[in-house]
């Protein structure tokens, strides 16, 4: 039996009712639990995040180097331009785009409360031969 039965990327903010529905939005889910201090949301694709209330969060400033990342998030999208304009309706903001010169192409965007999160786009590879 496993001793670790779930497991949630937590991200502390002022208003936790706010941020959750901004990523339970974006990432098609839906709340799982809710308290006075903290939301949980499940995605379609089964990430679980959840929002602590700190009334004393600060935003983190990256790119700049005071105060900067906190933490960061990963989201691969099947099309960026769709998920950019998904990301602005629900009120998050551009912070940097890449251009694709690696694997990945992938743009920086912060949510609602300034946390960081990347859109990351798997570059096509052609199939192998032989």
Same mark, same amino acid.
């Given at each position: 039996?496993?001793l670790?039965?779930a497991?949630?990327?937590?991200?502390?903010c002022s208003?936790?009712? /706010?941020?959750?529905?901004?990523y339970k $939005?974006?990432?098609?889910?839906?709340e799982?639990?809710?308290t006075?201090? #903290?939301?949980?949301?499940q995605?379609a694709? !089964?990430?679980?995040?959840?929002f #602590?209330?700190?009334?004393n969060?600060t935003p983190?400033s990256?790119? #700049?180097?005071e105060?900067?990342?906190?933490? %960061?998030?990963?989201f691969h999208?099947?099309?960026?331009?769709?998920?950019? #304009?998904?990301v602005? *309706?629900l009120? !998050?903001r551009?912070l940097?785009? /890449?251009?694709?010169? !690696?694997?990945y $192409? $992938?743009r920086?965007y912060a949510d609602? *409360?300034? %946390? *960081?999160f990347?859109l990351?786009? $798997?570059a096509a590879?052609?199939?192998k031969?032989?």
């Amino acid at each position: 039996m496993a001793l670790v039965v779930a497991g949630f990327v937590v991200l502390d903010c002022s208003e936790p009712e /706010k941020l959750a529905a901004f990523y339970k $939005e974006f990432l098609d889910g839906e709340e799982t639990d809710a308290t006075a201090n #903290r939301v949980e949301i499940q995605g379609a694709d !089964g990430m679980r995040m959840a929002f #602590r209330r700190d009334v004393n969060a600060t935003p983190p400033s990256w790119p #700049r180097p005071e105060n900067s990342l906190q933490a %960061h998030l990963d989201f691969h999208v099947d099309d960026l331009d769709a998920a950019e #304009r998904k990301v602005i *309706s629900l009120g !998050g903001r551009a912070l940097e785009a /890449k251009d694709g010169g !690696g694997p990945y $192409e $992938e743009r920086g965007y912060a949510d609602p *409360s300034g %946390h *960081s999160f990347t859109l990351r786009l $798997e570059a096509a590879t052609a199939p192998k031969q032989g």
